[in-house]
């Protein structure tokens, strides 16, 4: 797997590092409000970071499920979002966060949003570990985010090409002759 990346941009080490820094944030930040959490992860590209990130939560939640897709194999932007299964929990009344691998143009997650807000939780947030700054609305809402990047197409932990990659425990850049 190592020689299909360009290069690495985060070692594990350094993962790590700033996934204990997020968690401790989100636990300041929600202080009392903790209690109950409902966790709603984007599959499938979240799954390794809120493996982490949760373990590192001193607190009592819950994880939600919902799935939904957009690169089907591709690396280009412009596919639409696609709710593929809906939300496994009841969130009404109830803080949410949702946890995501990477904020790209947003339109993913703005669906994601949309879906959840309409369920009237009594909170809504979002954590992502990685942020395009390039792409992303500039006023998007996101409360928690691990590392801003270049507008590079990355894969490892949790991140794939073609459903391939998400266990390289470092982020890398994928070659870019792989999927031109
Ligand atoms: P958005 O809707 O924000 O443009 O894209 C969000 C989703 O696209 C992410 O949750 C992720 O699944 C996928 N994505 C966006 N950029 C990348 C990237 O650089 N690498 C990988 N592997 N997936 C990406
Ligand atoms: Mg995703």
Redesign the pocket.
Known sequence: MQRDLARILFPRERIQERVREMAAEISTVYGEDSQGLIIVP?LS?SIIFLADLIRCLPFMMKIGLMTIS??RGATT?GGE?RLIQDLNVDIRQRHVLVV??????????RIVQDQLRGRQPASLRTCVLLRKPAKAPKDFPVEFVGFDIEDA???GYG???NDLYRNWPDIGVLRPELYA
Request: hydrophobic content about 40%; glycine content about 10%; cysteine-free.
């Open positions: 984007v590209g957009r690169y932007t979002a995501d691998d990477i904020l790209d143009t947003g339109n993913t997650l197409f990355v894969v991140l794939d090409y």
